[in-house]
């Protein structure tokens, strides 16, 4: 098929471009280097019956309503208000910390916000501007949880001490003065019936689009062209072949997920606990049983162990890693008709749902712009 768009990744960011740009007209080809579209949603039914994530739990959560409207153009979904729990000290407390969490630690009967903000101001450390992850930290909650709940899985998660990391970082997690136990607190929580793989294949059910999958675009770039943009998702120093970061690439952390068959109904009684301690040497075991109420003899667990080889999840956010960053940047900006879209090609982290905005947000921006071009030209032809 002759393609007017090229977008390179079949992941969130690939997969709405080409269904808003299949629905305007244009011929539409995606190349995808893995062996399966819907990026790191990827999810299957494995062996035990039950639909589990390859890369990792993904749980949608959003306050934009244009999201939320478009996503479910594609799926129906289910009402999830996902919840965390973390092993401390031997016992199982609420993530994010919360009333329920400072009584279960240090054994104190904190009864109502009031107390909460007092407790919370008196362990606290005052600190204006922080500015690395250990200083947003002990700035929300004190150095006691620090110690307990961030620093060893900190360190565990990026290979980086809170110290060594931008405060942004660690600034994400929220601290609640009541006994909310949910993760998140936007307006819409669900997750898609069927799973996030078909809810892709719908989004990329149509005659303009063709996916090409197991073709990486480094492969084949010199063999096809004249698209009038292209959308690159990837890591972005890839795109330009390293060219800033010869000594020191930009810095990704992946993860290793090893599943395991337990022969029982449930092992855990949460779909997700967290490891904040330096016992195990997993972040975290997901158990995707709980989601969407399955059915199964037996359960399938994965531990999570980040490391720094694999396919890249998260940017290492620092000041040695922005400042490559950034000259890559520039050299984008060189590029008008190339479009760097989403987590890796921005080096920035999205949640879900951000993704799918900056994209919609995306298309409508190029689209204007065009629109507004052509009625310039019509104009100027006209006089």
């Known amino acids: 098929m002759m393609a007017d768009i090229l977008i390179i990744g079949a992941g969130i960011s690939g997969s709405v471009l080409a269904e808003r740009y299949a629905n305007s007209g244009?011929?539409?080809?995606?190349?995808e280097k893995r062996d399966h579209i819907a990026g790191n949603c990827?999810?299957?039914?494995?062996?035990?019956?039950?639909?589990?994530?390859?890369?990792?739990?993904?749980?949608?959560h959003t306050n934009f309503e244009d999201v939320w409207e478009y996503v479910n153009r594609f799926s129906n979904w289910y009402p999830w208000e996902h919840k965390v729990l973390a092993k401390?000290?031997?016992?199982?407390?609420?993530?994010?910390?919360?009333?329920?969490?400072?009584?279960?630690?240090?054994?104190?009967?904190?009864?109502?916000?009031?107390?909460?903000?007092?407790?919370?101001?008196?362990?606290?450390?005052?600190?204006?501007?922080?500015?690395?992850?250990?200083?947003?930290?002990?700035?929300?909650?004190?150095?006691?949880?620090?110690?307990?709940?961030?620093?060893?899985?900190?360190?565990?998660?990026?290979?980086?001490?809170?110290?060594?990391?931008?405060?942004?970082?660690?600034?994400?997690?929220?601290?609640?003065?009541?006994?909310?136990?949910?993760?998140?607190?936007?307006?819409?929580?669900?997750?898609?019936?069927?799973?996030?793989?078909?809810?892709?294949?719908?989004?990329?059910?149509?005659?303009?689009?063709?996916?090409?999958?197991?073709?990486d675009y480094f492969d084949v770039k010199e063999t096809i062209g004249g698209f009038e943009?292209?959308?690159?998702?990837?890591?972005?120093?890839?795109?330009?072949?390293?060219?800033?970061?010869?000594?020191?690439?930009?810095?990704?952390?992946?993860?290793?997920?090893?599943?395991?068959?337990?022969?029982?109904?449930?092992?855990?009684?949460?779909?997700?606990?967290?490891?904040?301690?330096?016992?195990v040497n997993f972040t975290r075991i997901v158990e995707y049983k709980h989601f969407g109420n399955q059915k199964s003899d037996k359960t399938t667990i994965v531990k999570e162990y980040t490391t720094d080889e694999g396919e890249p999840y998260y940017p290492v956010l620092n000041d040695k890693n922005r400042a490559i960053y950034q000259k890559y940047k520039l050299e984008a900006e060189k590029h008008p008709q190339i479009h760097f879209v989403g987590r890796l090609a921005n080096y920035k982290y999205f949640n879900m749902d951000e993704a799918f905005k900056n994209a919609l947000d995306l298309f409508d921006t190029l689209e204007n712009k065009i629109q507004t071009r052509h009625e310039l030209e019509k104009s100027s032809s006209a006089t």
Do not use: C
């Open 42 to 60: 990827y999810d299957y039914i494995d062996d035990n019956g039950i639909l589990v994530s390859k890369y990792g739990a993904h749980l949608f």
């Open 229 to 279: 943009q292209i959308f690159y998702t990837g890591p972005i120093d890839r795109f330009f072949s390293f060219k800033h970061s010869v000594e020191h690439q930009l810095e990704y952390r992946s993860i290793n997920f090893v599943s395991e068959t337990v022969d029982k109904e449930f092992f855990q009684e949460n779909s997700v606990v967290n490891y904040p301690g330096m016992e």
């Open 88 to 215: 401390v000290d031997g016992q199982l407390v609420n993530i994010p910390i919360n009333i329920n969490t400072v009584n279960s630690i240090f054994n104190l009967n904190i009864q109502n916000e009031e107390e909460m903000k007092q407790w919370l101001e008196e362990n606290r450390v005052e600190i204006d501007n922080p500015s690395n992850g250990e200083e947003a930290v002990i700035s929300k909650v004190g150095t006691v949880l620090y110690e307990k709940m961030f620093r060893h899985y900190t360190k565990k998660q990026w290979d980086k001490y809170p110290e060594e990391l931008d405060a942004s970082v660690l600034n994400r997690i929220p601290v609640r003065t009541n006994t909310d136990d949910r993760y998140f607190s936007d307006k819409y929580q669900a997750l898609p019936l069927g799973g996030y793989t078909q809810l892709f294949e719908n989004l990329l059910n149509h005659p303009n689009i063709e996916v090409r999958l197991n073709t």
């Open 26 to 31: 244009k011929k539409v080809l995606i190349l």
